[in-house]
């Protein structure tokens, strides 16, 4: 698979390459032929690496219909860029044959003189329901759903149910599933294109629709709308508002659209950086510079707290000079006992695996995994003090005794670390935070610290050491 990708991936560079040359030679027939072949989200990959001034030619040689879909998969900037060029004709064509949801995610990238200008060639009705969706809060069901789907009446028979999907589906974005609705719009049942066709035409609809619905509402957040589709392998779910009113459907490809977006969002506030909806290649380094440097000065602050631990237990360094040496580890191997533990509970939390009230049950697992973790490198890190360290390289400052006091914090540092690594995400769901704010570096920073104190009151015990 990955090899037929790479392929792929020449060929298309080789296509890109070629396509200044169709130009300069007027090939455009022999161009058109070779792009009307494609898949329209493989055509938006291409002219992503063509040159700025070839993209209008190249936009104008396709057939009108596979036009509109390739608009949508371009970026934000070549779509820019093609809107400057289009005359008002041009423009209406386009989001004419738009479908509603992608007409919002593509103003909701665009700069205001353009918006306004997309929005006054747009018809009246699809103008209502673009600023419809525009109004619902960022990040919400009712912000990521389309407002094109087919409906039906109960009182329908299966004949005339076909009549209206062949009269209205023309424009819809899928009309698999049916939605069904009472005179007051309300959402009271489903039918599904096979229902319809293994059923008698001079059935009702009431008689064959689904009335146990799964739908959600306008304001519910997209990550837990997107997570349904996984959970109940749905094409489509209904958004209602708050009287249970039709007003929507969330389809498959927006699902894994948000999806996607949730997931690098995650990643990058898991990273120590501000989340950003731009691709990292559309990005300046002083853009990247501002996403950064708030976190870095974050955690750099904080990071002095581990210094301030250091100097308090100064006479104990000064006394057993070797313990200096094993700090970095100790930091590190709680560092990252504490990320396994965060990432693994954060990814549980998006996949509504665990919620706050399992706490118990996940310290309890976690406090079982550190012991045998913690065990098993205390173990291996003793035979290799005392073998490697104290033997094959000579140094006699390693004991057995501060091999000891090593292995014994390497324990208490895991188990710490594992604790603090699985409630810390709990905790922030709880409070309303986004977990994935307490991923690797701000509870490496906490476990840091832990670490420290942890070391250097073992070291005072057994070392028979002031503080």
Not at 117 to 146: C, F, Q, W
Request: include cysteine; aromatic fraction near 8%.
């Amino acid at each position: 698979m990955a090899e037929t990708e790479k392929n792929f991936n020449i060929e298309l560079e080789e296509l890109a390459g070629k396509v200044p040359e169709y130009i300069s030679e007027r090939r455009y027939s022999d161009l058109k032929k070779i792009l009307v072949e494609m898949n329209p989200a493989d055509i938006g990959d291409l002219m992503e690496e063509l040159p700025r001034e070839n993209l209008p030619l190249v936009y104008r040689i396709l057939p009108k219909e596979l036009a509109s879909e390739v608009f949508v998969y371009i970026d934000s900037d070549t779509q820019e860029l093609l809107i400057s060029t289009f005359s008002d004709n041009e423009l209406k064509e386009v989001i004419d044959d738009l479908y509603i949801d992608d007409t919002v995610d593509i103003i909701e990238e665009m700069p205001a003189s353009v918006v306004k200008r997309i929005l006054k060639h747009a018809d009246p009705e699809m103008r209502i329901e673009i600023n419809k969706i525009l109004k619902y809060p960022k990040d919400s069901a009712g912000s990521v759903m389309t407002t094109e789907f087919v409906d039906l009446k109960k009182d329908l028979t299966v004949e005339d149910a076909f009549l209206r999907i062949r009269r209205t589906a023309v424009d819809k974005e899928t009309i698999y599933t049916c939605y069904v609705k009472d005179e007051n719009r309300h959402l009271i049942g489903l039918v599904t294109v096979k229902d319809l066709l293994l059923a008698d035409y001079q059935e009702k609809i009431s008689d064959i629709m689904e009335t146990n619905i799964i739908y959600v509402n306008t304001t519910d957040d997209q990550e837990y709308v997107a997570n349904m589709f996984t959970k109940y392998d749905f094409t489509t779910i209904p958004v209602v508002d708050n009287e249970n009113r039709l007003v929507g459907i969330v389809t498959f490809d927006d699902a894994m659209d948000v999806l996607q977006d949730e997931t690098t969002e995650d990643i990058e506030k898991m990273a120590a950086i501000s989340p950003t909806d731009k691709p990292y290649s559309k990005m300046s380094a002083f853009e990247l510079w501002k996403k950064r440097i708030p976190w870095l000065l974050l955690l750099m602050i904080s990071a002095t707290f581990t210094g301030m631990i250091i100097s308090s237990f100064e006479e104990a360094l000064a006394s057993f000079v070797v313990l200096t040496s094993f700090i970095p580890m100790l930091m590190d191997t709680g560092g990252n006992s504490g990320s396994q533990a965060s990432v693994t509970i954060i990814r549980s939390i998006s996949l509504g695996d665990i919620e706050f009230k399992n706490m118990p049950k996940v310290i309890w697992k976690e406090i079982r995994v550190a012991a045998l973790c913690g065990v098993t490198l205390a173990a291996a890190n003793f035979v290799k003090l005392l073998t490697i360290d104290r033997i094959l390289l000579g140094n006699s400052d390693i004991t057995v005794s501060v091999a000891l006091v090593v292995c014994l914090t390497l324990i208490l540092t895991v188990l710490c670390a594992k604790i603090i690594g699985c409630t810390l995400p709990m905790i922030a769901k709880k409070i309303g935070f986004d977990p994935a704010v307490m991923a690797s570096p701000f509870i490496t920073t906490i476990v840091d610290a832990v670490s420290l104190v942890v070391y250097f009151r073992i070291a005072t015990i057994f070392l028979h050491i002031g503080d």
